[in-house]
């Protein structure tokens, strides 16, 4: 991975951590990461199809408020827990970076994973509630199929042995419950990941207020069909360039509020 490169994913994994907070999935706890090719220090050691060290970008602790974080903020992690290329810098890791390297190691094909602590599809994990694919086809795409459920442990994923729980349960999906404590997602790039934490959190409140007035319809598979194969093929959300042109144009939206699209 050179240079350029990875000062464009670290710059798109803050972006998305400012998102997250500005949809209200988060405000200091929840991370954002992506995988990368490390060929800094250490790279003659690493076993990587490039040459380089198998790796993720990753915010570090102590937490910085999300709507904070910035492309130097950014730490390297090999999947083993090791901080790569931190040049004397008082950092340390987040304590659930299991979630993220077990991720990895596990699904070649993942690219970036979210985790977060966020209400509604929280909520929905605790009462077994599926939810719908009610609007919007590509943002529906983020709950085509039912987020997985992780239930083995109801801590904070701190060990490998926990990372690697999870990450067994995610084959084929995009979207896990960590019952009684939080959300992860995978996607193929950073952008699709983020576009589907928010745009979940966004169908579970959805679903949650309208079964309270009536019969919500979801919209049919079918529907959703150009969107998932836009998915499959790794193209980026179009509602990921409006989502952060319209963050980082509004300085003054950076509080904390309910998801919306
Ligand atoms: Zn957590």
Same mark, same amino acid.
């Given at each position: 991975?050179?240079?350029?490169?990875?000062?464009?994913?670290?710059?798109?994994?803050?972006?998305?951590?400012?998102? &997250?907070?500005?949809?209200?999935?988060?405000?200091?706890?929840?991370?954002?990461?992506?995988?990368?090719?490390? /060929?800094?220090?250490?790279?003659?050691?690493?076993?990587?199809?490039?040459?380089?060290?198998?790796?993720?970008?990753?915010?570090?602790?102590? +937490?910085?408020?999300?709507?904070?974080?910035?492309? %130097?903020?950014?730490?390297?992690?090999?999947? %083993?827990?090791?901080?790569?290329?931190?040049?004397?810098?008082?950092? /340390?890791?987040?304590?659930?970076?299991?979630?993220?390297?077990?991720?990895?190691?596990?699904?070649?094909?993942?690219?970036?994973?979210?985790?977060?602590?966020?209400?509604?599809?929280?909520?929905?994990?605790?009462?077994?509630? /599926?939810?719908?694919?009610? &609007?919007?086809?590509? &943002?529906?795409?983020?709950?085509?199929?039912?987020?997985?459920?992780?239930?083995?442990?109801?801590?904070?994923?701190?060990?490998?042995?926990?990372?690697?729980?999870?990450?067994?349960?995610?084959?084929?999906?995009?979207?896990? +419950?960590?019952?009684? +404590?939080?959300?992860?997602?995978?996607?193929?790039?950073?952008?699709?990941?983020?576009?589907?934490?928010?745009?979940?959190?966004?169908?579970?409140?959805? /679903?949650?207020?309208?079964?309270?007035?009536?019969?919500?319809?979801?919209?049919?598979?079918?529907?959703?069909?150009?969107?998932?194969?836009?998915?499959?093929?790794?193209?980026?959300?179009?509602?990921?360039?409006?989502?952060?042109?319209?963050? %980082?144009?509004?300085?003054?939206?950076?509080?904390?509020?309910?998801? %919306?699209?």
């Amino acid at each position: 991975m050179d240079e350029q490169a990875l000062a464009e994913l670290r710059e798109t994994v803050a972006i998305s951590h400012r998102l &997250l907070y500005r949809t209200g999935l988060g405000t200091t706890r929840g991370h954002t990461s992506a995988r990368i090719s490390w /060929t800094g220090e250490r790279a003659g050691e690493g076993d990587g199809a490039s040459g380089g060290v198998d790796a993720f970008v990753i915010k570090p602790w102590p +937490h910085i408020q999300m709507h904070r974080v910035r492309a %130097d903020d950014l730490i390297v992690m090999d999947f %083993d827990g090791n901080i790569l290329g931190a040049e004397g810098r008082r950092i /340390t890791k987040v304590s659930e970076w299991p979630i993220h390297a077990e991720i990895y190691r596990a699904h070649p094909g993942v690219g970036a994973v979210i985790h977060t602590h966020q209400k509604w599809a929280t909520m929905m994990g605790f009462a077994g509630a /599926t939810i719908l694919p009610l &609007l919007d086809p590509e &943002l529906s795409a983020a709950v085509a199929h039912e987020p997985v459920v992780f239930d083995e442990d109801k801590a904070l994923i701190r060990s490998v042995e926990q990372g690697k729980a999870v990450a067994g349960r995610m084959h084929g999906a995009n979207a896990c +419950h960590l019952q009684n +404590h939080g959300m992860v997602f995978t996607g193929p790039n950073v952008e699709t990941a983020t576009v589907d934490a928010i745009a979940t959190e966004h169908l579970a409140e959805m /679903t949650w207020r309208a079964r309270l007035i009536g019969s919500p319809e979801a919209l049919p598979s079918l529907a959703l069909r150009p969107a998932l194969d836009r998915r499959a093929r790794g193209e980026i959300p179009e509602s990921w360039l409006h989502y952060w042109k319209w963050v %980082d144009a509004n300085p003054e939206s950076l509080r904390p509020r309910s998801a %919306d699209i």
